[in-house]
């Protein structure tokens, strides 16, 4: 059974500092791959995704994430946080038009 | 299987009338779940059921919303009367071995 896994509920860090907030699926097949944001706020907004291709994948806002198939993961990241980036994020795995969603991590950027 | 099946997609009404939202889980799956994801809150859980019987509805905000699950292939959730602030998007998600996968949702507005 396809799951996501989200290895981090809360993760606090200071102004500037490097990101990189966990996610693995367990899918053996084909698979595609997302990561959401969601302001205090707002709704959920696409990040970045990934299909196919280059596993380097560029999204929104300077963040980026690498899909490692033997591994199972797809990362995400950011070289440099700023306070706006403090927001929930939830990664999500799409197989068989069935969006599985991880339970998300809360991202707190100190000033 | 097309997955969680919710419908209608958009639903548009006036503050006191009834809503009624629509979901088919996946066949085969125990548990069926209803989300909420309003800007200020975030996605919360209003009601889940396990083998069509309601578990915990604690999350559901006032009388005004109740939910049902006639069967383990339909469940329903309805708003009478409705408010401006039930708009929302809401998620149906069903289950089975704690792994959840969700329905496209239904954009709620209430004017």
């Known amino acids: 059974a396809q799951s996501v896994s989200q290895h981090n509920h809360h993760v606090i860090l200071s102004e500037a500092a490097s990101l990189e907030l966990g996610c693995n699926y367990s899918?053996?097949?084909?698979?595609?791959l997302f990561w959401y944001v969601q302001y205090p706020g707002q709704h959920l907004q696409l990040l970045l995704k990934?299909?196919?291709?280059d596993p380097l994948v560029k999204g929104i806002k300077g963040f980026e994430a690498e899909f490692i198939k033997s591994k199972f993961s797809f990362n995400l990241r950011k070289p440099s946080v700023q306070w706006s980036d403090t927001a929930e994020y939830f990664c999500?795995?799409?197989?068989?038009?069935?969006?599985?969603w991880g339970a998300g991590t809360k991202l707190i950027i100190k000033p | 299987d097309a997955g969680v099946i919710q419908s209608p997609r958009h639903e548009v009404t006036e503050m006191g009338q009834e809503v009624t939202l629509r979901c088919k889980p996946i066949?085969?799956?125990?548990?069926l779940f209803w989300y909420r994801q309003t800007m200020m809150r975030g996605l919360e859980l209003l009601i889940y059921?396990?083998?069509?019987?309601?578990?915990?509805d604690s999350g559901m905000p006032e009388d005004r919303f109740s939910a049902k699950m006639p069967n383990a292939s339909f469940s329903t959730l309805k708003i009478q009367p409705s408010e401006p602030r039930d708009s929302a998007v809401y998620f149906c998600?069903?289950?089975?071995?704690?792994?959840?996968?969700f329905g496209s949702g239904t954009q709620l507005s209430v004017l």
């Open positions: 990934y299909f196919s291709g």
């Open positions: 999500a795995a799409d197989s068989n038009y069935q969006l599985i």
């Open positions: 899918y053996g097949g084909t698979v595609n």
């Open positions: 066949s085969g799956h125990n548990s």
């Open positions: 059921f396990n083998n069509n019987v309601p578990i915990d």
């Open positions: 998600a069903s289950g089975i071995n704690e792994k959840l996968f």
